[in-house]
């Protein structure tokens, strides 16, 4: 589903809800990539999304997909996902619509995200201690091997088998 914008280049929120309501969508996946305001206009989506009864997971782009290799970062906070992941924590005690957050072709990036980078994110997360928002590392149907063989040992505790594998902490 392309997202509609207005002339000024922000996400239509009012549209995209009517259009999910219309379609009898119940969960909806928001990308912060295309413009640097998505972070903002994701903002004013939610509580649009929780009127409707929409849940929604939030969507980062991970280094391969940021410059060198993009135009574009994942705004306004880029590639520290630590503080990402503070800020969603943050969101999601006043949006409960907000259920779920990840970051795209992680498997791709897994020398990025070390143990000890993983330990902070996760804190980070946990440190706001209303939050109610889960992190989720999604494995496509091809990773197999790598989630059982390759997965570094820190990601390896909580595999789940869905139509996709996941790697899911509770935060």
């Known amino acids: 589903m392309r ?20 379609l009898r969508v119940n969960t909806y996946s928001w990308l912060v990539h295309d413009r640097d305001t998505d972070w903002q206009d994701f903002k004013l989506f939610l509580p649009l999304a929780r009127a409707q009864g929409i849940k929604v997971w939030l969507t980062l782009v991970p280094p391969t997909e940021s410059p060198p290799n993009n135009k574009m970062f994942s705004e306004p906070f880029r590639l520290d996902y630590e503080c990402w992941a503070v800020e969603i924590a943050k969101l999601s005690v006043t949006e409960p619509s907000l259920i779920a957050w990840s970051i795209d072709d992680f498997t791709q990036n897994v020398q990025f995200f070390t143990p000890e980078k993983l330990r902070g994110i996760v804190k980070g997360a946990r440190d706001q201690s209303k939050a109610r928002v889960r992190a989720v590392l999604l494995f496509s149907g091809g990773d197999e091997d790598f989630v059982t063989q390759g997965l ?14 996941v790697y899911e902490d509770r935060i």
């Open 3 to 22: 997202v509609s914008r207005g002339k000024d280049r922000r996400v239509d929120v009012g549209r995209l809800v009517r259009e999910l309501v219309g």
């Open 152 to 165: 570094p040992r820190h990601l390896r505790r909580h595999p789940v088998s869905v139509s996709f594998r």
